[in-house]
C-alpha cells in the first residue's frame, strides 16, 4: 500500500500544550496499575509499543502519551473515565488516528484511550434505515454491512477505508457525497457517550432526534473529543439511487472552473458531490491509478448526479451546458459503473498520490462561500509564489471545502515552518472571504492558535463555557481547540457543581 505523506520525519517540540505534571514514577505506576485492575488485557505501558499512539495524521507533532488502554466494553470506559476523575488523571481520545488536525495527539501525562476493540456493527435496523454501531467501526464497514439489501451510509471522507464512525462524529467529518447528503452531523441519529466522571448517557435515538430542549447531538457531533467519550453511534442509512452517473469537465483555468462550479450550484442544480483538482493533482493522481483523467487541462471538475433515470439525463444535459458556457475544455460522461468508479478513484485517491511526488506535505482544510471559489484559488497561487513552496489543490468544490496539499521537504532546514506559515495563511484568507477555518477535519491544535482570526474573546470564552458545563476538571483532551485555556472555576455560572450536567431529563445508566 503506498503510504499517504505527511510531514513524519521532523518531530516538532515547540507546539504549546498543558505543562505536564511530569508524574513520578511511583504515580505511573499506580495509575497503570489502577487501568491494569480495570481492562486487564489491554493497558500498553512500555515506550516502545507505545510509539504507535505518539501522533495521528498531522504527524508532525509526536509526543509519548502516559499509558494506553484499549478497553472493550462500555463499563470499562465509564470505569476508566471515574478513577481519571477522582485522581485528577488527564485523557486523551483516540479512535482510528487519521485525523489531520492533531486532535488525537497524546500528552506526556495523560491516558490515552483507544476505542480499536468497539469494532462490532450491534443491529441493522431495516424498518428505520439505521444502524447501530460501536465507535471502532470503520466508515466504509457501514456501507459494506448494508449494501447487499441496496442501502449504503452517506458521509464518505477519503480516509473511508480507515477512519472510524466515532472519530467521524468527533470531527463532524464530510466527504465527496456531503453536498447533496449531509455531513455526519445529518446522518446521525443518536450517541452514547460517556461523560469525564463515568455516567453513561444517550441522547437521541432511532427516529429523527429533532425536538425540544437543548440540541445535544449538535453539540456533542464535532466536539473532539473535548466533552465525553462516543461508546455507541445510530446513523441514517439511505437507498442505493436508481441512477448514477458521473461527470468529468476540464478547465483551462482554476478560475473557469471555479466559475463553472458557482454557476451550477447557483442554476439550482445540487449534485451528489462535486469535486475539483488542479494540474498538479490530476497529473498525480492519473499516474497513481490511471483513471482516464486529461491531462491538457489546468483544472478537472468531477461531478456526480442521481435519482431517477430520467432526472439523471437532464441534469447531465444541464450540467454539460454550463459547463460549455464556463469555457469547459471537454466534457465526459461515465458510460458504465466501472468508468463512474474510475472517475473517482483518482480522486479518492488523492492525498496518497500527492505523497508520490513530494516528501513531505501538509493537508489544510478550510471553507469559503462558492462565489468566492475563483479569487481564493487565485490569491492560494500567489501564496505559493510568496512562500515558495507548491500547492497541490484537490477539494469538495460544491460545498467550498477546500484542501490544499503544501508541498515540502522536511529534511529542508525552514520548510517545514513556512509550509505552517502558508497553511496559516491559507486558513486565514478563508475567514477573510467570509468562511470558516475548518469544514471536516477539526481544529486540534493545528488551527487552535488562528482561533482568534475567526472569534473574539466573549465567543471563545462562551465556547469553554459549555466544555466546563461538561467536564469541570478540564481533564478530557485539554490544551485542543482553545487558544487560551481558563479555570472553569473562573467562567461564571454555567459550571455545574459536582461536575452534574444541566440536563436532569437525560436517560443515565
Not at 508532525?60 to 488502554?69: A, G, N, S, T
Amino acid at each position: 500500500m503506498p503510504r499517504v505523506v505527511i510531514p513524519v520525519r521532523c518531530v516538532k517540540t515547540d507546539m504549546r500544550m498543558p505543562v505536564p505534571d511530569t508524574p513520578t514514577i511511583a504515580r505511573r505506576q499506580q495509575i497503570v496499575g489502577a487501568l491494569r485492575r480495570i481492562v486487564p488485557d489491554g493497558v500498553i505501558a512500555d515506550e516502545a509499543a507505545m510509539r504507535p499512539y505518539e501522533c495521528d495524521g498531522l504527524a508532525v507533532y509526536r509526543q509519548i502519551p502516559l499509558v494506553v488502554v484499549l478497553p472493550s466494553t462500555v463499563e470499562q470506559v465509564s470505569a476508566i473515565l471515574r478513577y481519571c476523575n477522582a485522581n485528577n488523571v488527564k485523557i486523551v481520545p483516540r479512535g482510528a488516528g487519521t485525523s489531520l488536525s492533531g486532535g488525537a495527539l497524546p500528552l506526556a501525562d495523560a491516558v490515552t484511550i483507544g476505542l480499536g476493540r468497539f469494532n462490532r456493527i450491534l443491529e441493522i435496523d431495516w424498518d428505520n434505515r439505521c444502524v447501530v454501531a460501536q465507535p471502532g467501526v470503520t466508515n466504509l464497514a457501514i456501507t459494506n454491512a448494508v449494501q447487499h439489501r441496496g442501502f449504503y451510509y452517506a458521509p464518505d471522507p477519503s480516509s473511508q477505508i480507515a477512519c472510524s464512525i466515532g472519530g467521524n462524529v468527533a470531527e463532524n467529518a464530510g466527504g465527496v457525497h456531503c453536498l447533496k447528503y449531509g455531513l455526519t452531523t445529518n446522518n446521525v441519529l443518536g450517541l452514547q457517550i460517556v461523560l469525564p466522571d463515568g455516567e453513561v448517557v444517550r441522547v437521541g435515538g432511532r427516529h429523527q432526534p429533532e425536538g425540544e430542549g437543548y440540541d445535544l447531538m449538535g453539540l456533542l457531533t464535532g466536539s473532539e473529543g473535548l466533552l465525553g467519550i462516543v461508546t455507541e453511534v445510530t446513523v441514517r442509512i439511505l437507498r442505493k439511487p436508481e441512477t448514477v452517473r458521473a461527470m468529468l469537465m476540464g478547465f483551462a483555468s482554476n478560475e473557469a472552473a471555479g466559475d463553472a462550479v458557482a454557476a451550477i450550484i447557483g442554476a439550482g442544480v445540487v449534485p451528489a458531490g462535486l469535486e475539483m483538482m488542479d494540474r498538479l493533482a490530476i497529473h498525480a493522481a492519473e499516474e497513481f491509478v490511471h483513471a482516464g483523467y486529461p491531462l491538457d487541462v489546468e483544472a478537472l471538475l468531477i461531478a456526480e448526479l442521481d435519482g431517477p433515470q430520467a432526472e439523471v439525463d437532464y441534469l447531465v444535459e444541464r450540467v454539460a451546458a454550463i459547463a460549455a458556457r464556463c469555457g469547459a475544455a471537454c466534457v465526459r460522461v461515465s458510460a458504465s459503473e466501472d468508468e463512474r468508479l474510475r472517475f473517482w478513484a483518482g480522486r479518492k485517491a488523492a492525498f496518497p498520490a500527492v505523497g508520490r511526488i513530494s516528501p513531505d506535505y501538509l493537508c489544510m482544510d478550510g471553507t469559503i462561500p462558492r462565489r468566492r471559489l475563483a479569487e481564493v484559488l487565485a490569491r492560494i497561487r500567489a501564496l505559493s509564489e510568496k512562500h515558495g513552496l507548491r500547492v497541490a489543490n484537490v477539494f469538495h468544490a460544491g460545498d467550498g471545502n477546500l484542501h490544499p496539499l503544501i508541498l515540502f521537504d522536511a529534511n529542508r532546514p525552514g520548510e517545514l515552518e513556512r509550509a505552517e506559515e502558508f497553511g496559516a495563511d491559507i486558513l486565514r484568507l478563508c475567514v477573510e472571504v467570509g468562511g470558516v477555518l475548518t469544514g471536516e477535519h477539526g481544529v486540534g491544535v493545528e488551527k487552535r492558535d488562528l482561533m482568534p482570526v475567526m472569534f473574539d474573546e466573549v465567543d471563545l470564552e462562551q465556547q469553554q463555557r459549555v466544555k466546563c458545563a461538561f467536564d469541570a476538571g478540564g481533564l478530557l483532551n485539554p490544551g485542543k481547540v482553545f487558544p487560551t485555556l481558563h479555570n472553569c472555576a473562573e467562567m461564571g455560572r454555567l459550571r455545574v457543581s459536582g461536575g452534574q450536567l444541566p440536563f436532569p431529563d437525560l436517560p443515565r445508566f
